[in-house]
């Protein structure tokens, strides 16, 4: 999981399941876009804003990633 959404989580007293109730998604699909098995950027985008966080910093390799795709 990404170390940073897990600090995140535990820091709101927040679980997966929680975080996908609030973003209205089934919990599995939460897990394989935190988990990176999908990019999902809308649902990555939302997690971001939900919690104040630009989303360079919170999907680090990602962004890190597509700057040198680009």
């Not at 929680?18 to 919990?27: C, P, Q, W």
């Not at 999902?40 to 985008?45: F, T, V």
Request: proline residues 1%.
């Amino acid at each position: 999981m990404n170390k940073k959404l897990k600090k995140l989580l535990i820091d709101r007293n927040m679980t997966v399941t929680s975080l996908a109730k609030e973003m209205g998604i089934n919990r599995s699909w939460l897990s394989l876009i935190i988990n990176g098995h999908f990019k999902a950027y809308h649902i990555r985008i939302k997690i971001s804003r939900l919690f104040n966080v630009p989303y360079e910093e919170l999907w680090e390799c990602d962004s890190d990633n597509e700057r040198q795709a680009a």
